[in-house]
């Protein structure tokens, strides 16, 4: 049975955790990393991974999210208590939408990344700047090197820069999460990017709802769709799909400690 890690997607609620993990294909071994956008995400993710066997969950807040209500850390305690809580996240920078004032993005994300330092929790970590720009992604490097100086372990998730900014952030340590954005025609970069990160940093993940990769493109994601990924990477890779399913697993369990 090949082995599959969703180690980043988002549940809405719409559907009961077991109807959700219903559309997961046969003849595959599972696992599933449910990631929360805001406080009230938090909750939702916490009760899917509480009814899956095989589901973890990371708590945070999200910079779209990151102006509305407050930074207190009594709000987060019980969730670092809970057993299947292996991650921080998703944090991060947000310059491509802007949504939230960029000081408050990094107020946020500051935060955060103290949070994990103090719950000895990895960091799932966002990024996004707009075509040709890497503000974002140097402002991130400025907050990350002390971080893991200070031992803290992050993924740069949904990883779309260049290669060289790989190299950047790999040389503290990271990971580097790769979607469904590998098989979109125009994505270069992704697929250069891709042949650069070392084979035990590299992690699959859907993001979905969102990123659905082709043949699916343009519809709802679902960690059902982690096949497709999987697939398209090992023919990258020069791998099977068998093959980049235990790696990237195993990957998944040692960053997540699971």
């Known amino acids: 049975m090949i082995e599959l890690f969703d180690t980043h997607f988002h ?15 046969p003849g595959y071994n599972y696992k599933l990393m449910a ?8 909750f939702r993710v916490r009760g899917f991974a509480e009814a899956v066997d095989f589901a ?16 207190d850390a009594a709000d987060f305690n019980e969730f670092l208590r809970h057993p299947k ?3 921080i996240g ?5 310059y491509f939408y802007d949504f939230t004032p960029r000081d408050r993005q990094l107020e946020t994300f500051a935060f955060f990344l103290d949070l994990a330092l103090a719950g000895s929790l990895p960091a799932i970590i966002h990024l996004r700047d707009r075509d040709g720009a890497f503000s974002a992604y140097e402002d991130a490097l400025t907050l990350l090197k002390p971080f893991a100086a200070s031992g803290g372990r992050f993924v740069i998730h949904c990883f779309s820069a ?10 503290l340590g990271a990971y580097l999460g790769v979607t469904g954005m590998v098989t979109f025609k125009r994505s270069d970069n992704i697929r250069a990017a891709l042949a650069a990160i070392p084979d035990d940093r590299l992690l699959l993940e859907t993001d979905s709802p969102y990123l659905a990769p082709v043949p699916f493109r343009g519809n709802p994601n679902h960690p059902a769709h982690l096949v497709e990924i ?10 099977t799909t068998a093959e980049i399913g235990r790696l990237t697993t195993e990957n998944g369990r040692s960053f997540f400690k699971i």
């Open 85 to 87: 809580l292996r991650a």
């Open 90 to 94: 998703e944090i991060g920078l947000d």
């Open 11 to 25: 549940y809405d609620g719409a559907q009961t955790p077991l109807e959700f993990c219903a559309a997961l294909p």
């Open 162 to 171: 260049t290669p060289e900014w790989a190299e950047k952030f790999l040389e």
């Open 230 to 239: 999987a697939a398209y990477a090992a023919e990258q890779k020069n791998m």
């Open 35 to 42: 990631v929360a956008a805001d406080l009230e995400d938090s």
């Open 56 to 71: 973890w969950f990371a708590c945070g807040i999200h910079p779209h999210e990151a102006a509305n209500g407050r930074l």
